[in-house]
């Protein structure tokens, strides 16, 4: 037995050491790696920029004694940058950039990238450190309003026009709504490939040179639109015209009220004309610190009238509003065809002078790390900032710092919903992935910020889950029924359209549409099933 002890406490040892050999080579294998375990003092460079006030703390997470870099107050600007040892080629092989954000007070306006910039002699001062110092890659969680994406973009030197042009990835994945710590990977390998991960997950693949997945393309189009022609001043590109003969009919009138009083109505019987809707309230006493100087002259809070409950009306009668039958609004000539319609004018393509071909991206070495962003909220926390030159090294950081705090996090948070008596949305997660999916389908994307906005709430407030996914569904299936039936009712209504015009042409010399005026009243009466809208007794 003591043996088998001896033996089991040698392999415990020797496992112990192995784990710290792989923790002590990935370290090795990063090019760099701060994990905000020592303060950030004389490491960091805080921006003396007057705009940058905001305060950077080096604090722990909530919940761990791990500690990262924290944003402490809400509505300022924050600026701060870290010098690599040696700057970083983008160019060769395989580059993984990595770090930690937690959105601590949870989302709701604010952001958590990171700027990767290239060397100083482009431009910039660490103490200078501000929005417009040069940077090679953004990469980070961005929301505010409709913003919400975990931005790429590029920034390239284009080789024809010295410029350097921002290329931003292509639907970019979406911030996760919750308080956790989450680990965004970015993975740039030789053969162009671009990999957007999420807690390890891959949430967005692309291809550096497609111009499916950069806008604008980092290659750019062969051709262009000739930014030197003009249109030529008699192209006609009218579809239909008012009708040049048509003349406005004599009995016409333009000036004739919507409404007019209905001469046939009657005052109710038991009307009372010299009684008022409210009197004064015969209880009510002045105050007896009320001052007339001061307060001006003191008088009784109204009442309604008891009298007037029981009578049909009270106060001055007047006739009602009636729906004026000679009303026909301002008069519009009917629209023709246009014959002298040459189409949608556009500009000739021309080669284009900026066009150039690339094998691969021309990335401008990174030779620092910057945090430059202006937030509306506090609690954002920076962690395990991480460039590698293998994805392996990367996933081990992942397990080895982000993922305890993780799990914690997230059993925290379900025992915190079952406290609550919220339902645990878990079952629900799967729902969500395809709601999701189901937002990026192009018929949909009319609807895609309503869908979206729903299933945040959804995520957000567990107790309102199911009512907001009956909600969604019934936004997608009012958005199939109109894809379905639209194409079914809309050519006889345009036809029916097209019969009144013309009868109104002939009879009226009018374009058949609606005046403005005619088109609200009518609205008017739908909302109100085709009724006159309900009157006060005084209108009666």
């Given at each position: 037995m003591i043996m088998m002890g001896h033996f089991a406490l040698l392999v415990f040892l020797a496992f112990a050491s192995m784990q710290l050999l792989c923790i002590a080579a990935d370290h090795d294998a990063a090019i760099f790696y701060d994990s905000f375990e020592e303060p950030f003092n004389g490491r960091w460079i805080v921006s003396d920029k007057d705009d940058y006030k905001g305060i950077w703390e080096h604090s722990k997470s909530e919940g761990h004694d791990d500690y990262g870099l924290l944003v402490t107050e809400k509505a300022r600007k924050y600026a701060i940058v870290k010098e690599l040892e040696e700057p970083v080629n983008l160019r060769d092989g395989t580059t993984v950039l990595q770090y930690e954000a937690r959105f601590q007070n949870g989302l709701e306006c604010g952001g958590a990238y990171l700027k990767y910039l290239r060397p100083q002699e482009a431009g910039w001062k660490p103490k200078e450190f501000d929005n417009g110092s040069p940077y090679s890659i953004m990469f980070g969680p961005d929301i505010c309003g409709l913003t919400n994406k975990v931005h790429f973009i590029l920034k390239q030197k284009n080789p024809k026009s010295g410029e350097y042009v921002e290329h931003h990835l292509i639907d970019p994945p979406r911030v996760p709504s919750d308080k956790l710590s989450h680990v965004?990977?970015?993975?740039?390998?030789?053969?162009?490939?671009?990999?957007?991960?999420?807690?390890?997950?891959?949430?967005?693949?692309?291809?550096?040179?497609?111009?499916?997945?950069?806008?604008?393309?980092?290659?750019?189009?062969?051709?262009?639109?000739?930014?030197?022609?003009?249109?030529?001043?008699?192209?006609?590109?009218?579809?239909?015209?008012?009708?040049?003969?048509?003349?406005?009919?004599?009995?016409?009138?333009?000036?004739?009220?919507?409404?007019?009083?209905?001469?046939?109505?009657?005052?109710?019987?038991?009307?009372?004309?010299?009684?008022?809707?409210?009197?004064?309230?015969?209880?009510?006493?002045?105050?007896?610190?009320?001052?007339?100087?001061?307060?001006?002259?003191?008088?009784?809070?109204k009442i309604d009238n008891p009298k007037c409950q029981t009578a049909s009306g009270c106060g001055e009668w007047k006739r009602p509003?009636?729906?004026?039958?000679?009303?026909?609004?301002?008069?519009?000539?009917?629209?023709?065809?246009?014959?002298?319609?040459?189409?949608?004018?556009?500009?000739?393509?021309?080669?284009?002078?900026?066009?150039?071909?690339?094998?691969?991206?021309?990335?401008?070495?990174?030779?620092?790390?910057?945090?430059?962003?202006?937030?509306?909220?506090?609690?954002?926390?920076?962690?395990?900032?991480?460039?590698?030159?293998?994805?392996?090294?990367?996933?081990?950081?992942?397990?080895?710092?982000?993922?305890?705090?993780?799990?914690?996090?997230?059993?925290?948070?379900?025992?915190?919903?079952?406290?609550?008596?919220?339902?645990?949305?878990?079952?629900?997660?799967?729902?969500?992935?395809?709601?999701?999916?189901?937002?990026?389908?192009?018929?949909?994307?009319?609807?895609?910020?309503?869908?979206?906005?729903?299933?945040?709430?959804?995520?957000?407030?567990?107790?309102?889950?199911?009512?907001?996914?009956?909600?969604?569904?019934?936004?997608?299936?009012?958005?199939?029924f109109m894809l379905i039936f639209s194409g079914k009712k809309q050519q006889p209504r345009v036809e029916k359209k097209t019969e009144v015009a013309a009868d109104t042409s002939n009879d009226q010399g009018s374009s058949g549409e609606k005046p403005a005026e005619e088109e609200k009243e009518e609205e008017k009466e739908n909302e109100t099933g085709g009724a006159a809208p309900r009157q006060r007794r005084r209108d009666t």
């Open positions: 965004y990977t970015a993975i740039l390998k030789p053969d162009n490939e671009i990999s957007i991960l999420i807690d390890g997950e891959v949430k967005k693949k692309g291809n550096f040179l497609s111009a499916q997945d950069f806008d604008p393309p980092i290659i750019p189009a062969k051709t262009i639109p000739d930014p030197n022609e003009k249109k030529p001043e008699d192209w006609d590109d009218r579809v239909r015209i008012p009708d040049p003969n048509a003349v406005k009919p004599d009995d016409w009138d333009e000036n004739a009220p919507m409404e007019i009083e209905d001469m046939e109505a009657v005052k109710p019987e038991g009307w009372l004309d010299d009684e008022s809707e409210e009197i004064d309230d015969p209880e009510a006493t002045k105050p007896e610190d009320w001052d007339d100087e001061e307060d001006g002259v003191w008088e009784a809070p509003m009636k729906r004026n039958p000679a009303f026909k609004g301002i008069w519009n000539p009917p629209l023709v065809d246009n014959p002298n319609y040459k189409g949608i004018w556009k500009p000739r393509d021309i080669p284009n002078p900026n066009y150039f071909e690339l094998d691969k991206p021309y990335f401008d070495p990174i030779a620092a790390i910057g945090i430059e962003i202006w937030t509306m909220q506090e609690g954002i926390l920076f962690d395990n900032i991480l460039i590698a030159k293998d994805e392996n090294v990367a996933e081990s950081y992942r397990d080895t710092t982000w993922k305890p705090k993780f799990v914690v996090e997230k059993e925290k948070q379900k025992a915190e919903e079952e406290a609550a008596g919220s339902d645990d949305l878990g079952g629900f997660q799967t729902v969500f992935d395809v709601l999701y999916k189901f937002a990026d389908i192009p018929f949909l994307s009319k609807y895609k910020l309503q869908i979206l906005d729903f299933i945040e709430k959804a995520e957000k407030q567990p107790n309102l889950t199911i009512g907001v996914l009956v909600s969604i569904v019934v936004v997608i299936l009012t958005a199939i």
